[in-house]
């Protein structure tokens, strides 16, 4: 026993001593041969990945920013009162030939939609979201010129400097209807008006004496859209009105918190009733055929997930329709005759973005109707 145990402090010993000679050869190794020492070594992979991380839905995302309470709310009802005291200096700025431009942390979105409504409220105003991804500047200005009636009737060949130069004239004219014009822009800085074009455009009008603007902007480089020749025809007055109010809105439009969206814009239900509502039986048939789809599948989806553990809803692209099965759905209800019907009959969904489609991995069109399932049904309820 007294052999056993000696040769065991021994062993001991020596295994001390070989991790001692390993650390001081570890300090010893530095630069380049730690890299490479270092690189020698089997590193554990986890199986873990950011694809199996369940990432929140725009609806949840919204939810559970709602239930967070505000932080210093006296303070910043307090400062939002302080802002409402310039509300007729603001006024008086607009009268006086200025345009004002607003910047500082926080939505600013509701202080000035209470400014227009305290002072605006009987003058003509057009809003703005520069907010909006897929905003169409030229379609605004189209708006404009039908909608004070300008005497022209504007249409898709026009460009916008045209369009613009139509309403400029107008506002110039001293015999016209309408004497003046505000324009609200939230985010004049958003992404669908950060274009050249959409600036110099939007300046000519802010020139015009009896157009005001009234714009704030979120980007902390926006002043580099105004060059020396807009911001002169700009004529900005710079209001910080920093409100460190939440950014309810902008975000579910912009790139703000990373919650899951659809690769295409989900589509509105009240959107989707009216376009079919004009629409003739065959288009509204060929519409019902891809939504019972969509349900049924989910349906049998949902059947299935109990059994493998699983839980959620399914997108909408998940539970699309392929090419093939689609046009063969659509000719075997008659609501098509030949692939003319069907591809013109596409063509208007996907304009409309009421169907709209992906290529899934085996190279194939699948054409899905970007709604929740309950909404589904709620629309062929309708048709």
């Keep these: 026993e007294h052999n056993l145990s000696t040769k065991r402090t021994k062993q001991m010993t020596k295994k001390t001593k070989s991790k001692s000679k390993q650390s001081i050869l570890e300090q010893d190794i530095t630069g380049y041969e730690r890299y490479f020492e270092d690189h020698q070594m089997k590193t554990r992979t986890s199986n873990n990945t950011l694809v199996g991380v369940g990432i929140l839905d725009k609806a949840e995302c919204i939810n559970i ?42 939505s600013k979105k509701q202080l000035l939609e209470e400014f227009s409504d305290a002072y605006l409220r009987d003058r003509p105003l057009l809003v703005i979201n520069g907010f909006l991804s897929k905003l169409k500047i030229k379609e605004v200005f189209i708006q404009v010129i039908s909608g004070v009636n300008m005497g022209v009737k504007p249409g898709s060949r026009e460009t916008l400097e045209e369009l613009t130069e139509i309403i400029k004239e107008y506002f110039s004219d001293p015999d016209r209807d309408v004497q003046c014009l505000y324009i609200m822009i939230h985010n004049i800085d958003g992404q669908g008006l950060r274009t050249l074009q959409i600036q110099n455009c939007l300046s000519i009008l802010a020139s015009c004496p009896n157009i005001y603007f009234i714009a704030s902007t979120d980007h902390i480089n926006a002043t580099l859209l105004f060059d020396q020749d807009r911001a002169t025809k700009f ?55 891809l939504a019972k789809h969509q349900i049924q599948t989910n349906l049998l989806q949902q059947q299935k997930k109990p059994r493998q553990g699983k839980g959620g809803a399914m997108k909408s692209e998940d539970i699309g329709m392929e090419h093939d099965a689609f046009y063969k759905a659509c000719k075997a209800d008659f609501c098509i005759r030949t692939d003319g019907d069907f591809n013109k009959f596409l063509s208007d969904f996907r304009n409309h973005e009421i169907i709209q489609s992906f290529q899934s991995k085996s190279g194939k069109n699948i054409y899905f109707i970007p709604m929740e399932v309950e909404d589904l049904k709620k629309v062929l309820e309708q048709c």
Excluded at 269 to 288: D, G, H
């Design 65 to 106: 920013l709602t239930k967070i309470p505000i932080k210093h709310k006296t303070e910043i009802e307090l400062l939002s009162n302080l802002y409402k005291c310039q509300f007729l200096q603001w006024y008086i700025e607009l009268k006086s030939g200025f345009n004002l431009l607003f910047y500082g942390y926080g």
């Design 235 to 289: 004529n900005w007055i710079w209001h910080d009105i920093t409100t460190f109010n939440h950014y309810e809105v902008e975000p579910t439009f912009e790139d703000g918190p990373k919650v899951k969206r659809r690769k295409q814009q989900e589509l509105n239900i009240k959107v989707a009733q009216s376009v079919l509502s004009t629409w003739n039986a065959n288009r509204r048939r060929m519409f019902e055929i």
